[in-house]
């Protein structure tokens, strides 16, 4: 039977410094690909640290971490790297380069992939539209506010089209408006591409509005509440659909797939 497993821990523990305690311990668990989860806690629980070993920006001192059935332990920096091309993070302090304008922010990863020019501009004025930001193209990172330059870190996220998505506090500074316009990003990113998400946020609301499991980090451990179901319902809340002023997102991801695969076979 084919293993369906995105990212797996066995008795994982995280610390900063040699002689610290841990910050995580004892972490176990599977997440399937195509699951869309929440990840919350109180500040400085570990959630942060644990997309972090997710990513590879941090290792282990001790256990297992296994993403796409491999092993990453023992991995080598190109190896890192190349797995790396399959993810994509967002973290509150966006990680823009101020010295690029926002369209060389979201193209960027396509660039270092080495896809034409040609298409670059048609997936980065798609993916902008789509976030509400298509007339910054040419602005600089440092003239926006903070809410839209979390915009433009998630789009330079999702333009590579990863099998996992880890972000970090996405909806934290922005209005009502677009925090949903990002959440339905994310919903029809699982759906339409099987991309895995895993969402830290502190928002009970937004919680309580999209009905997805939650990995909840308390006293350095790690707990799921709820299961991942395969069959997700559309999150049912009027108060959102009323806010909605966005391009329809199924779509806008009909549209994109299709670029996407074209890109596959450039």
């Not at 570990?46 to 332990?73: A, S």
């Not at 996220?157 to 990002?182: C, F, H, M, V, Y």
């Not at 069959?231 to 809340?237: A, I, L, R």
């Amino acid at each position: 039977m084919e293993d369906n497993t995105a990212i797996s821990f066995a008795n994982v523990g995280a610390r900063y410094d040699d002689n610290a305690r841990e910050v995580l311990s004892d972490v176990s668990f599977n997440i399937s690909a195509g699951a869309f989860y929440f990840l919350s806690g109180a500040s400085g629980a570990g959630k942060t640290t644990l997309l972090r070993l997710i990513y590879q920006l941090h290792k282990p001192c001790r256990g297992q971490i296994k993403l796409f059935g491999r092993v990453t332990n023992d991995m080598t920096r190109d190896e890192i790297a190349r797995l790396r091309h399959k993810m994509a993070i967002v973290f509150q302090e966006y990680s823009l380069l101020s010295h690029m304008s926002v369209f060389d922010n979201v193209a960027l990863p396509l660039r270092v992939r080495g896809i034409s020019e040609s298409k670059i501009k048609k997936l980065v004025i798609k993916v902008l539209e789509w976030v509400g930001l298509a007339k910054y193209a040419d602005a600089n990172p440092k003239t926006l506010s903070g809410g839209q330059q979390q915009r433009v870190s998630v789009a330079r996220a999702i333009i590579i089209q990863p099998a996992i998505l880890l972000a970090d506090e996405p909806t934290g500074n922005l209005d009502d408006e677009n925090a949903s316009r990002l959440m339905e990003l994310f919903v029809q990113m699982n759906k339409t591409f099987g991309t895995t998400i895993i969402l830290a946020t502190h928002s009970t609301k937004l919680m309580e509005t999209y009905k997805f499991p939650v990995i909840h980090v308390e006293n350095h451990r790690v707990n799921f509440i709820g299961s991942y179901n395969n069959e997700k319902k559309e999150p049912e809340n009027t108060q959102t659909k009323k806010i909605w002023k966005g391009p329809k997102p199924q779509n806008y991801f009909t549209e994109l797939s299709k670029q996407f695969d074209d890109i596959g076979n450039a």
